[in-house]
């Protein structure tokens, strides 16, 4: 196992980590807001990291090529669809559960039952 | 270099290079079908320009389209030099934002102070409040929630994540990708806590 192997396994490694990450903020986070947060961007990283990790792993060929267009479309359509959902929710009237309202809520806990409840 | 707005909208009017956008689509087209294909005889790279060349034809009518009132073709004026600049400077704040997010996200007691957060800027051009509205939500920790004229409405997890923002570094790397700024182009920010008061 070479070292460019290496570092794609370490990339890839790490791409998986921040999406699995991502998925534990969507269960985690109390409202719909801060759920975008982890379900939009949280994985930006992790896509990048993933694709890149397979483009070192290819070497210089011409599918690393076609990762990195993909890489790039990734980047353009996430922010785009994730603020899509969050202009839409604004838009139907969808408050968001802010700092002051949360310590309203429960004081200093945040805990799945409130993630159920929402 | 302290171009006040007006004149750096006038400077955009006159087209210097019409031609331009057009060679760098066809370019960035043909490259797009060359590496999609991978093929490169006589008879997949005729296709390939033919292809080009009709896309190309349909795209010059759609470019002449204005969508917005005082829009200009702002895109032809964007600088490269600067963008191979500002790349990596953005790949650091995804980085860095998505540590800060996944420390949130596994932290036990989830340390998260979600805010909304109202504010000017000051960016003549169109594309590049486009531009800044897609910065803002592709770096963790900051979504954009609206954009109406040049008020922007964003929500953050943390107040720290949109701090590049408050304090004008994000919108002046924008900027330069277009022209030279060194002008404060943030004011009026209001920091929203509670969602009586939206």
Known sequence: MGMSDMIAVLMILGGAFFLLVASIGIVRFPDFYTRLHAMGKGDTLGIILILLGLCVYEGFTLNSAKLLIALVFVGLTNPVATHALARAALRYGLKPLLKLDQEEKKPSTTSKSDALET | ?198
């Not at chain 2, 043909?30 to 296709?47: A, P, Q």
């Not at chain 2, 009132?69 to 030099?81: N, P, T, Y």
């Not at chain 2, 998260?112 to 592709?138: D, H, M, Q, S």
């Not at chain 2, 979504?143 to 408050?166: C, G, M, P, Y």
């Open chain 2, 1 to 198: 270099m302290t171009d006040s707005p007006g004149t750096t909208i006038k400077k955009f009017e006159q087209r210097e290079h019409p031609w331009r956008g057009v060679a760098m689509q066809g370019f960035a087209l043909m490259c797009l079908w060359l590496v999609l294909s991978g093929h490169f005889d006589f008879f997949h790279i005729t296709t390939g320009a033919i292809c080009v060349g009709i896309v190309l034809l349909l795209n010059a009518r759609i470019s002449s389209v204005q969508f917005f009132q005082g829009d200009v073709s702002e895109w032809e004026h964007l600088r490269f030099e600067h963008l191979l600049r500002f790349l990596p400077w953005l790949a650091w704040e995804i980085v860095e934002g998505s540590i800060q997010v996944a420390s949130a996200v596994l932290h036990p007691k989830m340390p998260i102070e979600p805010a909304v957060i109202r504010f000017r800027v000051k960016l003549p051009i169109v594309g590049a409040r486009v531009l800044f509205g897609n910065v803002i939500t592709l770096t963790p920790g900051t979504v954009t929630l609206s954009i109406t004229e040049d008020e922007f409405l964003i929500h953050a997890l943390r107040r720290k994540s949109a701090s590049t923002i408050i304090d004008g570094t994000m919108p002046r790397w924008i900027a330069q990708l277009f022209y030279d700024e060194d002008e404060q182009l943030v004011t009026s920010v209001e920091i929203i806590e509670s969602s009586k008061e939206m």
